[in-house]
């Protein structure tokens, strides 16, 4: 009885699968369909998105004067630089941004802080739809934070690394992507569809599936007339 099942079931992939194999022209127009909408969407209908990144070094009064630093020190650093993103994207920095470049926009929204594991480094990132725009917001938005940095957390210095430049290529949206995503959705869903279609259909389209679903035996098949003519 078991190795009916099986076999029924080793029977029904094979048959899905040669459905699939008889579509495959459809499966196929259906990704190139998907592919097609991802890249209009991409490069027509979304705006694209520049990132812009400054970045700076905050050094402590300790570190500067070739101190050695306690435990209790270095963990007191390590609050320190959580505190310098919260710094950052203070009201107060961000308004004096906002004044000094005549911005009526929210900026909070574009503004993006990182700061790796154990270090000082500070990273300020700005998107925006105009790369210009975002290497501005960017600077200014890192000369404020540096002096407001000195001011609350009394280090010795902030020192920039790295100035913040135009991009040359949006960050979004990533067109490639897309149309590889658009690609997938679209073959995946014409496969879905195709095997619901044919799992959900109970007509008998072939006669072994009178000996499958009844549990007959088929004698012989007769053919259709209208084929003899």
Do not use: C, H
Request: proline share 3%.
């Amino acid at each position: 009885m078991n190795n009916q099942e099986s076999n029924t079931i080793e029977i029904d992939v094979l048959y899905l699968l040669k459905t699939l194999w008889r579509k495959k022209f459809l499966i196929i127009l259906t990704s190139f369909l998907g592919a097609g909408i991802a890249f209009v969407y991409s490069s027509f209908l979304v705006t694209p998105q520049y990132d812009s990144t400054t970045r700076i070094y905050v050094v402590s009064q300790n570190v500067e004067a070739g101190a050695g630093l306690t435990n209790q020190e270095l963990q007191a650093g390590t609050y320190l630089v959580k505190d310098y993103k919260e710094i950052i994207l203070s009201q107060d920095v961000l308004t004096q941004v906002a004044t000094e470049l005549n911005l009526n926009e929210n900026l909070k929204e574009k503004v993006s802080v990182s700061i790796p594991v154990d270090t000082r480094i500070v990273s300020i990132s700005v998107r925006d739809a105009d790369p210009n725009e975002a290497a501005r917001i960017a600077n200014s938005l890192r000369a404020f934070a540096a002096q407001k940095i000195v001011e609350v957390t009394k280090v010795s210095d902030v020192t920039t690394l790295e100035e913040a430049v135009p991009a040359e290529e949006p960050t979004t949206p990533n067109t490639k992507r897309n149309i590889l995503l658009g690609l997938l959705a679209g073959g995946i869903l014409a496969t879905g569809i195709i095997l619901a279609m044919e799992v959900l259909d109970d007509r008998v389209k072939r006669p072994q599936d009178i000996e499958e679903v009844m549990g007959l035996t088929l004698l012989g098949v007769v053919p259709d007339s209208k084929t003899l003519k």
